[in-house]
């Protein structure tokens, strides 16, 4: 098997570090998305969204997204669980994973795309919108400001893919200048505690 990827994006990166939690070796192979090689149709066959990363089986088989593919790595090698092992902890991880995603990442993502005009030849940046977007990434960081105050990580008391996206995240969010501020005293703890993890370096 081998995934699809582009090793500066926060998306793939967030694979990357959940196989190296797992200890899972993969062969990874480079996209260009900013010269648009995931748009070619070649890439679409694989993903008709034209998005990395792109788990590719050896069977011939493509999955995208990248929840799905750590859900078929999860299901192929359950341990250590980073999704969960009883109904409860699956269900608290899924939730703390989708709302850090849309409210955090995706909205990091969106500031990025309509603010510095980096994907300018295939869509149409609205810089308001993403000045909105940023904010919107702001007031997130002091949700989890106030969910690490009672719990040593995100969706509980174990490392877990939510600590992985949001992790993902603040550092992209770098990108377009939102950081933590000296009030974040609970999220800078965790911050220092995951990003020391050997898996933050895949």
Same mark, same amino acid.
């Given at each position: 098997m081998k995934i699809y990827e582009t090793k500066t994006?926060?998306? *793939?990166?967030?694979?990357?570090m959940f196989l190296a939690e797992k200890g899972i070796d993969v062969d990874y192979v480079q996209v260009d998305i900013q010269k648009g090689e995931n748009l070619t149709a070649e890439m679409r066959a694989k993903n008709p969204l034209g998005k990395i990363p792109i788990l590719e089986l050896d069977d011939g088989t493509c999955i995208a997204e990248t929840d799905a593919i750590c859900t078929y #790595?999860?299901?192929? $090698?359950?341990? *250590?669980?980073?999704? @969960? %092992?009883? *109904? /409860?902890e699956k269900a608290t991880i899924s939730m703390w994973?989708? $709302? /850090? +995603?849309?409210? #955090?990442?995706? $909205?990091? @993502?969106?500031?990025f795309q309509h603010t510095t005009g980096y994907f300018k030849d295939r869509m149409t940046p609205v810089p308001? #919108?993403?000045?909105?977007? @940023?904010?919107?990434? &702001?007031?997130?960081?002091?949700?989890?400001?106030?969910r690490l105050g009672v719990k +040593?990580?995100?969706? @509980?008391? %174990?490392? &877990?893919?939510a600590d992985i996206t949001a992790l993902c995240a603040m550092d992209f969010a770098r990108v377009v200048k939102i950081r933590m501020t000296d009030e974040h005293v609970n999220l800078a703890r965790w911050y220092e505690a995951v990003s020391n993890r050997e898996s933050a370096r895949a």
């Open positions: 994006a926060p998306n *793939p990166r967030r694979v990357r #790595f999860e299901a192929l $090698q359950p341990e *250590p669980p980073l999704m @969960g %092992t009883t *109904p /409860v994973q989708r $709302q /850090v +995603e849309f409210a #955090f990442m995706m $909205q990091i @993502g969106m500031c308001e #919108f993403g000045k909105e977007a @940023g904010i919107n990434a &702001s007031k997130y960081l002091n949700i989890l400001e106030r +040593e990580f995100i969706a @509980g008391d %174990t490392f &877990s893919i």
